[in-house]
């Protein structure tokens, strides 16, 4: 099973902006797609991004459209979610993961994703 490290975490004042990365191990990287979702304390974990195989399709949660964006480097095995103008509200624990289905679509339902990252704690502050 493929292991999903997440990086670039942090403290960061509101209006500001954070670059995550998510570097994968193996050689099957680009054949799948990538998601991101996050989890605030006491809330479950929710749907923030998602990208196709080919990078040639993506998803936006609408809370953070216009703000955030999701790309990925399949020669790199890396996968990175662009976060600006970020707020307090955006304050959560953040992971990569893995779609389950080879060439398939990203997907904003979590239980369609097969490997996890260990996250990276992102947090903003007024």
């Known amino acids: 099973q493929v292991q999903l490290v997440e990086s670039g975490g942090g403290l960061v004042q509101a209006g500001g902006s954070l670059r995550l990365s998510c570097a994968a191990s193996?050689?099957?990287?680009?054949?799948?797609?990538m998601g991101w979702f996050r989890q605030a304390p006491g809330k479950e974990r929710v749907f923030v991004s998602g990208?196709?195989?080919?990078?040639?399709?993506?998803l936006i949660e609408d809370s953070v459209k216009g703000r955030f964006t999701i790309s990925r480097d399949n020669a790199k095995n890396m996968a990175y979610l662009q976060m600006n103008s970020l707020k307090p509200e955006d304050t959560a624990v953040y992971y990569c993961?893995?779609?389950?289905?080879?060439?398939?679509?990203?997907?904003?339902?979590?239980?369609?994703?097969?490997?996890w990252g260990q996250g990276t704690q992102v947090t903003v502050s007024s």
């Open positions: 993961a893995r779609h389950n289905d080879l060439w398939g679509h990203p997907s904003s339902n979590w239980y369609t994703y097969d490997s």
């Open positions: 193996g050689d099957t990287f680009s054949r799948y797609g």
């Open positions: 990208i196709s195989w080919d990078g040639g399709i993506t």
